[in-house]
C-alpha cells in the first residue's frame, strides 16, 4: 500500500516487541521500498515516508517524529515503534494499527 500510494496512503503505526526488532522492520521496510521510502525526487530525511520510533534514539528526534506525525499534512505515513509510542498520543489520523510480532500476553496487545 504504502508503495503504490506514497504520500496518499493514510497513516499508520506498527507496533513491534522489542527496540531490535523495530530498527529491524524500519530498516527492511525501506529497503524494500528503495526511492519510493521518499516523497518525490528528494531522498532527504525530510522527505521519508517511514519513521523509526524506539527508546535509543534522541529526545529531540523523538519529539521532532511526534511532532511531525501529528501534522495533518505529515510526510510521514508509516512509524514503525515499541509499544511505548502508544502511550499517551492521540492522532486523530491513524488509520490502521499493525502488531509485528507474536506478543507475551494479551495485556501487552
Known sequence: M????QQQC???????????????????L???LQRKAFAG???AAATRLVSMFRGH???????????????PDSG??????TVAFGIAIEIRDIRNVIHWG????????
Do not use: P, W
Not at 57 to 71: K, P, T, V, Y
Not at 102 to 109: D, E, F, H
Open 2 to 5: 504504502l508503495e503504490s500510494q
Open 10 to 28: 493514510t497513516k499508520m503505526v506498527v507496533f513491534a516487541r522489542s527496540i531490535n526488532a523495530v530498527t529491524e522492520l524500519s530498516g527492511g
Open 30 to 32: 525501506l529497503s524494500c
Open 41 to 43: 525526487e528528494n531522498c
Open 57 to 71: 534514539i534522541s529526545s529531540e528526534l523523538q519529539l521532532h517524529i511526534l511532532d511531525d506525525f501529528r501534522q
Open 76 to 81: 510521514t505515513h508509516v512509524v514503525v515503534a
Open 102 to 109: 507474536k506478543v507475551s500476553s494479551l495485556m501487552s496487545y
